[in-house]
């Protein structure tokens, strides 16, 4: 995909391009919101340096007219190089994916730092995107910690700007996922108590004005503003609205039992997002989430999209393979499931490899294998994928339901089932690292070497066992390998 080809989400923003205001540094850009602001600053002509953890050479196509800097906020040294000659920051970190025991803590440390680099580069401005949340009431751990960042900025020297939003609909998100999925997948809908709760959903689209315009409007500095959507809805009133797009007309039945935790692994078992984060983002279904103050419409004036109208352009994007930004798409450098082939000190200790010869060119074969997972799926033996995912999902893992960001294209760090693009080189190499439930590490490598006139296609499983479970996992699996592998490989020919 094209990332400049994405539909301009400003073109209708009343303000003015200000590129004059020096270098614009976007955090958090490898993910879903700042994935989605940085094509719209380079779009308005903004000298725009990317923050990143870690460096993929995928970045400079994604993002060729930007600088990309890599830093991580927890380190000082790096993020001082970041920050220096910055004017304005966008602050968009979060480490979630953490889990629940220590995403709270290293967010706490990300912003503490990032507030005093700033300080010391004498940034003019930070620009962050929170939660909103009632700070009166008790609040989710996730709320919380999102309101805890958004004070850190604003006792610092430099001035802040603040927005606070509710969940936010657009394809690849989270949030809008799991409502999919539930709508989708759910043969009745089980409503609790909290699903009377209020919200105020925002599409993408209007979460990107709000983060250009303030950046273009001088005024919003040191200010902090609810953003939402044109609608004030109950999680119950937005299954009933998008179940009536899907035409899902399924019985709603009403629930006085409200334990978060056994609904969010139910829901985590039918929907792509993972249990970790389902719960997280689950414990702030009990806060209402609504805009209390309009402040924003005197600085930045349009109107935002319905809740259905989002979804709307949700499911079209969906539709059209035109996902640019997925909230799966990467793990943090220093997860564990982020431990790369190369990266091992000591290899896998099981290899098993098959391969066939044939006539395809190379470039037709890449194609085909790059065309595997999610709504393809594996072209053979689909049943045992499929089984293998449920029962991870079973054990909370990540299961087969993420399915890929995009039906046709493919890029390092993609989720691909219960997968994840690890390396990928044009005509040769697909090398896919495992991120479901093992006792080891698994990868999984396609390649094609060139034999003269024909071509060989091999398959190759990396195994590096974890204690006798590993190994008795290993040879379990074995048997099964030689049949799914030969006939993946005869139909990875036969559709090239
Ligand atoms: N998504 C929503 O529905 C929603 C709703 C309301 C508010 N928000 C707010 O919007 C912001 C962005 O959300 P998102 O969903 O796009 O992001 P996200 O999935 O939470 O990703 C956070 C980003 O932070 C980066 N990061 C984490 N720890 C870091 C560190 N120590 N140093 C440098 N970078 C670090 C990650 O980089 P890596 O890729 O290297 O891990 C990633 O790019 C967050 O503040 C969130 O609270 C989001």
């Known amino acids: 995909m094209?990332?400049?080809?994405?539909?301009?989400?400003?073109?209708?923003?009343?303000?003015?391009?200000?590129?004059?205001i020096g270098i614009v540094l976007v955090s958090g850009a490898t993910r879903y919101i700042g994935g989605r602001l940085v094509p719209e600053l380079i779009g308005r002509g903004y000298n725009v340096r990317v923050m990143v953890r870690s460096y993929f050479l995928e970045y400079e196509e994604r993002w060729?007219?930007?600088?990309?800097?890599?830093?991580?906020?927890?380190?000082?040294?790096?993020?001082?190089?970041?920050?220096?000659?910055?004017?304005?920051?966008?602050?968009?970190?979060?480490?979630?994916?953490?889990?629940?025991?220590?995403?709270?803590?290293?967010?706490?440390?990300?912003?503490?730092?990032?507030?005093?680099?700033?300080?010391?580069?004498?940034?003019?401005?930070?620009?962050?995107?929170?939660?909103?949340g009632n700070v009166e009431t008790r609040l989710s751990?996730?709320?919380?910690?999102?309101?805890?960042?958004?004070?850190?900025?604003?006792?610092?020297?430099?001035?802040?700007?603040?927005?606070?939003?509710?969940?936010?609909?657009g394809s690849g998100s989270a949030s809008f996922e799991i409502l999919e999925n539930i709508v989708r997948n759910a043969p009745l809908y089980i409503i609790p108590p909290w699903a009377n709760t209020l919200c105020q959903p925002i599409s993408i689209r209007d979460v990107i004005k709000y983060l250009v315009g303030v950046l273009e409007n001088s005024e919003t500095t040191g200010k902090a503003f609810d953003i939402g959507g044109s609608d004030v809805l109950s999680y119950k009133d937005m299954i009933k609205i998008f179940a009536r797009l899907l035409r899902k007309y399924r019985p709603f039945i009403p629930s006085p039992f409200s334990g978060i935790n056994l609904y969010s692994y139910i829901i985590s078992l039918i929907t792509p997002v993972p249990a970790q984060v389902v719960s997280c983002l689950m414990e702030g279904v009990k806060n209402d989430v609504v805009v209390k103050e309009f402040e924003i419409k005197k600085h930045i004036e349009f109107q935002p999209i319905r809740f259905k109208v989002a979804l709307l352009r949700a499911l079209s994007r969906e539709e059209h393979d035109k996902i640019a930004t997925?909230?799966?798409?990467?793990?943090?450098?220093?997860?564990?499931?982020?431990?790369?082939?190369?990266?091992?000190?000591?290899?896998?200790?099981?290899?098993?490899?098959?391969?066939?010869?044939?006539?395809?060119?190379?470039?037709?074969?890449f194609r085909s294998y790059c065309q595997i997972g999610g709504k393809n799926g594996w072209f053979q033996n689909n049943w045992m994928w499929r089984l293998r995912g449920m029962i991870d999902r079973i054990f909370m893992g990540v299961g087969t339901s993420r399915g890929r960001r995009s039906a046709t294209s493919l890029r390092v760090n993609d989720v691909l089932d219960f997968w994840r693009v690890e390396e990928l080189i044009q005509d040769q190499k697909l090398l896919l690292r495992a991120e479901m439930r093992l006792p080891g590490k698994a990868w999984?490598?396609?390649?094609?070497?060139?034999?003269?006139?024909?071509?060989?296609?091999?398959?190759?499983?990396?195994?590096?066992?974890?204690?006798?479970?590993?190994?008795?996992?290993?040879?379990?699996?074995?048997?099964?390998?030689?049949?799914?592998?030969?006939?993946?490989l005869k139909q990875l020919c036969k559709r090239s």
Do not use: M
């Open 444 to 488: 999984l490598e396609f390649n094609i070497e060139n034999e003269g006139q024909e071509n060989r296609l091999r398959v190759i499983a990396y195994f590096k066992p974890e204690g006798l479970p590993g190994f008795l996992y290993w040879y379990n699996f074995l048997p099964f390998h030689y049949f799914i592998f030969k006939n993946l």
């Open 64 to 132: 060729p007219d930007a600088k990309i800097i890599v830093a991580d906020a927890l380190k000082v040294s790096e993020l001082k190089k970041a920050l220096k000659g910055v004017s304005v920051a966008y602050y968009l970190i979060h480490s979630l994916l953490l889990g629940k025991k220590e995403f709270e803590q290293s967010d706490l440390q990300a912003v503490t730092n990032f507030r005093y680099i700033a300080e010391e580069q004498n940034l003019k401005r930070i620009i962050y995107l929170g939660a909103l």
């Open 2 to 20: 094209d990332w400049y080809s994405q539909e301009s989400f400003c073109k209708d923003l009343p303000s003015v391009p200000n590129p004059e």
């Open 141 to 169: 751990d996730h709320l919380r910690s999102r309101i805890n960042v958004a004070k850190i900025l604003e006792q610092g020297k430099v001035p802040t700007t603040i927005l606070q939003a509710a969940i936010i609909i």
């Open 326 to 365: 997925r909230w799966s798409d990467a793990y943090p450098p220093a997860h564990e499931l982020a431990i790369k082939l190369a990266e091992l000190n000591d290899p896998p200790k099981f290899i098993s490899s098959y391969s066939l010869t044939t006539g395809k060119d190379a470039g037709a074969l």
